[in-house]
Structure formats: C-alpha cells, structure tokens
C-alpha cells in the first residue's frame, strides 16, 4: 500500500504550477512571444514558461512542433536540453555532412554522441553505449528521420527517455512513440542543414540585471582550422576524432574534457572546478561503455600543468586538442613529446590566436 510519503512526492512533481506571465516579453529590439506554460521550473511549486523569438526561423526551438505532449508535456528543463542538443546536433551536421548524428543530454550537457555513415540506428545505438547509465532519463535529438527500427528502442521501458527530438518520423515510427504515453515526441520546425536564425544574442538573468553577449559558434570545423604543436603528427583518424571531441566540448559546460574517436565519444567529463579532475572523471565515465584507450581528448581550455598530459598518457590516450594560453605552454608541450602524444591546438598554420569554448550555462 502507498505511504502518505510517496502520495506527496508523487504529488509535488505531478502537479501543474499555474503562472501568470505576460504574453510577451521585449529585450532591447527583440521580441518574445509566450508559446508554451510549463508544469514548472527548474524546481516543484516556481511557475515557468517558453517563450519563442519574433521572426526567428529555420531549425531553432521557436518552430519546434509538438507531435506527443506525453502524460506530463514538455517540461522547463526539456526544453533547454533540447536547443544544446539541436545546436550540437546542427553543428556536428555542418563540419560532418552526410553523416547521422545522434546527441544524447542529459542536464544541458551531452551525455553521449555518436556518427554514422550508415543509418540512424546505429548512430543511436553508439550514442547511448558512451554512458548507458547516465542517460537514463535524456533528451534524445537526431538530425535524421526517426525510423520504426529505432522507435522500437526509443520507447524500452529501462532507458526512460523524456523527449525524442528529430527533424521527421515516419508514420509507422510514430505509431510505436505513441505506446509510451510519458514520451514526449517533438519534430524539428526546419531540417538541420538549413540555416536557424534568430538575432544572435544569449541572455543570463542575473539579480538585478541581465547579462547580454553574441552567442559563440566555433571557426575549428575542419582540419585545416588545426594546427601541431608537437614532434607526432595525427593521421586523418585523430584529426576527425579531434573536430568530434572539441565541437562537443564547445556544448559542454566548463571545466570540459571530452574523449573520443573519429565516430563517437567515449568519455565526459563537465562543471568541473578544475582541468584534472574533467579529465579524470572523462576517463572514469568512459568505463561505463567504451573505455579511454586509443581515444583524442578535447580541452576547452589550455593546460596550465602537464597533469593532464600524463593522466591522458597513463590511459592510452593518443592526442589532445586545446587552446594554447598558459605560461607553461612550452612545457606541457615538452612533456606530451617526452610520452609521445599528440599536441593539436585550435588555430590555423601560422596563426598566433587560439580558440577557447568556455560554456556555463
């Protein structure tokens, strides 16, 4: 028999907070447009709300289109795994075209990722074995048609996913979404190779105030934005794996190391205080599927220590991309040649300037 305690529980996070917000909202020159009440925010009993940008248009969250609303509909926190994993998702689509992208997210941050040459599937299938445990309860985003053979997995009881997040179904493909009825099923308002525009600006409430910037979109999306900094040259396999690694490292919030090959990333290690200990939750949630060895590891910012470099090595690791910047450059650079690593930092040949991808979100 259920206790008084589970009833309130269950209560607490079933229960619709009602809000009262104004229909629109204005930021400088922008408008924004109430599109959807959410049960509530980022916690039980606060109101909350989606609003979609005036005018924006292309494969962005204000053209999302709710196919199947679920027992619950879309929540606060859905909603902003989905846009990470839509901009990841689109940014993998642009520097890999021709490939299926499967993003997995969890807490707006990718939790697995994976490419295919061959079919949306397989992509999939990749994607969840990078963390099978921490993607227990993730939005799921694909740049491809979500066929029946994947929407058999989709709706496994075990996995729990909240959201499946795709530019199309087919009409089969929505018949079995449809039997998980807490699913939420979501198509994309513009396929992902089209342009998404909106005015470009990302706003963080602060007390007070509010903080205003350009959003940030990576120049790092082929080899020859990748320049060598040590005595081993990467072969095309590590170059790929290394545009893979940093794309997903501009998406994941910092302190970021990420870890993978040329098709999938292997290991996430995210919100950390400092660079060693990203890279070594990385490596130890790597365990959890594919493991650390043979991978390229993506830093989103430089090394101040050559820690990292031998925490990389010790786990066979091949490579790092990252931004130069530190006063001990030099030296990490001599240490990762003393073990025989690939150094790869974000820069063209000959330029002096290196890329950072801090994100805190």
Avoid at 185 to 207: C, I, Q, S, Y
Avoid at 209 to 217: A, E, T
Avoid at 244 to 265: P, Q, Y
Wanted: hydrophobic letters at 40%; proline letters at 6%.
């Amino acid at each position: 028999m259920e206790d008084k305690t589970q009833r309130t529980v269950r209560t607490q996070y079933q229960t619709k907070i009602k809000e009262d917000f104004p229909p629109t909202l204005i930021f400088g020159q922008t408008k924004f447009i109430k599109k959807i009440s959410m049960r509530y925010g980022e916690n039980p009993g606060y109101p909350a709300a989606f609003y979609q940008e005036e005018g924006a248009t292309g494969p962005n969250m204000a053209s999302l289109e709710v196919i199947q609303e679920g027992t619950k509909g879309l929540s606060y926190i859905n909603v902003g795994d989905m846009d990470l994993g839509q901009r990841l998702a689109k940014k993998l689509t642009e520097i890999f075209p021709g490939k299926f992208v499967a993003v997995i997210i969890k807490h707006e941050m990718p939790s697995g990722v994976a490419l295919s040459d061959d079919n949306g599937l397989e992509a999939f299938q990749k994607a969840w074995q990078t963390d099978p445990l921490s993607n227990f309860g993730s939005v799921d985003v694909f740049n491809f048609r979500i066929e029946e053979n994947l929407a058999h997995l989709l709706v496994e009881s075990p996995r729990n996913i909240e959201v499946v997040y795709a530019p199309d179904f087919s009409p089969e493909a929505l018949n079995i979404l449809a039997s998980r009825k807490v699913l939420r099923v979501v198509k994309m308002g513009a396929p992902l190779d089209e342009p998404a525009v909106d005015n470009g600006l990302e706003f963080k409430r602060v007390a007070g105030g509010v903080l205003v910037q350009k959003r940030f979109n990576s120049r790092i999306v082929s080899p020859e934005f990748i320049d060598v900094v040590s005595k081993k040259r990467p072969n095309q396999a590590q170059l790929k794996a290394a545009l893979l690694c940093w794309t997903v490292a501009c998406f994941t919030r910092s302190n970021a190391i990420v870890i993978g090959t040329e098709d999938k990333i292997h290991g996430i290690g995210s919100g950390q205080r400092s660079r060693i200990d990203a890279a070594e939750e990385a490596i130890k949630l790597s365990r959890r599927g594919y493991g650390p060895a043979g991978c390229v590891m993506a830093s989103d910012a430089y090394m101040p220590f050559p820690d990292v470099v031998e925490v990389a090595a010790q786990n066979n690791i091949t490579g790092i991309i990252y931004p130069l910047g530190s006063i001990k450059d030099q030296e990490v650079i001599n240490r990762a040649d003393e073990l025989d690593l690939i150094m790869m930092v974000t820069r063209k040949p000959g330029e002096i300037d290196c890329e950072r991808c801090f994100l805190h979100r």
